[in-house]
């Protein structure tokens, strides 16, 4: 069976606040506006986005479970759970779907705790710092990543 032309994009904590606070670190667009330039980036490789944005980690997981099914990669911005969360780290690794991480901010050029990552190595793509065209980057790159995988 072919793998489905759909994505998940995961937004972490907080990130439901983009545009709304703090527009000197992560700019002015809001969610929708990131969820949108997914939504394009992958429309224009003929793929799709299934969104899901939430301050609740159990939440994330059970979307990143279902993924395993429904999807051909996960797109994701983990927010501060990126330093933090063995949990989210062990359903990307459980699902074994090429994963791409995406930080709106350098955050290696921020506080050192936010220099670790608990997803870098279980990621194939990692765009850092690009603002919100990271996910539009970030979407083209996990999609050759995938295209890369049928061919092999
Ligand atoms: O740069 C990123 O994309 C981050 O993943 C954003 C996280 C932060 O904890 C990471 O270190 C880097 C924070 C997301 C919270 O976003 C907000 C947006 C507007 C106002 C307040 C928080």
Redesign the pocket.
């Given at each position: 069976m072919s793998a489905p032309r759909r994505l998940l994009l995961v937004n972490?904590?907080?990130?439901n606040?983009?545009?709304?606070?703090?527009?000197e670190?992560?700019g002015t667009a809001t969610l929708a506006d990131v969820e949108r330039i997914a939504a394009d980036a992958a429309a224009a490789r003929g793929f799709d986005v299934q969104a899901v944005q939430s301050n609740h980690e159990g939440v994330l997981i059970d979307a990143i479970h279902a993924a395993r099914t429904e999807c051909a990669g996960i797109v994701i911005?983990?927010?501060?759970l990126?330093?933090t969360s063995v949990v989210l780290r062990d359903a990307l690794s459980g699902v074994a779907l090429p994963v791409a991480e995406?930080?709106?901010?350098?955050?290696y050029a921020?506080e050192q705790f936010?220099q670790v990552s608990y997803v870098r190595d279980v990621a194939a793509v990692h765009v850092i710092?690009e603002g919100v065209a990271g996910y539009a980057t970030a979407v083209n790159l996990l999609i050759d990543v995938i295209a890369g995988q049928s061919e092999g």
């Open positions: 972490g904590p907080n990130l606040l983009l545009g709304v606070r703090e527009p670190v992560y911005n983990p927010g501060g990126t330093h995406v930080h709106i901010s350098d955050v921020r936010r710092g």
